[in-house]
């Protein structure tokens, strides 16, 4: 099965993720996650992650920082979550495309349902920014 590569940012400001709420007629519809989406043609991740968080929150990235990558087999699907810090942005995030949004402190992110893979991803964050 084709690996499907999915750019992802974790927004970070002051101890609080920037989360949306996936569609319920989406791939793990339903669920949080951190915004983003798949890498199209030949673009660099970094310019997929740059794009689908302008199209998706409305926010212009100046800067990144790698966090982690995941890979995972949902069975229907294969996806690498290539997942990067993003703390140098400007605008407000908000969820342009209908898609519920909200700042959570950290301490709170796992009161959230997140897809399967996300696992891994949730433990880098909170131990990243403990150790700050
Ligand atoms: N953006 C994002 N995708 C995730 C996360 N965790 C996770 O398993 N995924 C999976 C769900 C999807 O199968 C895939 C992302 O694809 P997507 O549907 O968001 O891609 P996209 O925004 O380009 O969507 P589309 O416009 O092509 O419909 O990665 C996450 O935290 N953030
Ligand atoms: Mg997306």
Not at 64 to 79: A, E, S
Request: glycine content about 10%.
């Amino acid at each position: 099965m084709k690996v499907v590569h999915v750019a992802v940012g974790v927004i970070e400001r002051d101890r609080n993720i920037f989360i949306t709420r996936r569609a319920s007629h989406q791939h793990q519809g339903g669920k949080w996650e951190f915004p983003g989406g798949k890498c199209e043609g030949a673009e660099t991740v970094l310019q997929a992650l740059s794009r689908e968080l302008h199209e998706e929150i409305g926010i212009e990235c100046h800067s990144f920082q790698p966090l982690v990558v995941i890979q995972h087999d949902y069975g229907d699907k294969q996806v690498k979550l290539d997942t990067h810090w993003v703390r140098d942005f400007a605008g407000e995030p908000t969820g342009l495309e209908g898609q519920e949004g909200r700042w959570v402190a950290v301490e709170e992110l796992s009161s959230y349902e997140f897809p399967e893979a996300n696992e891994e991803i949730l433990k880098r964050v909170v131990s990243d920014l403990s150790s700050l």
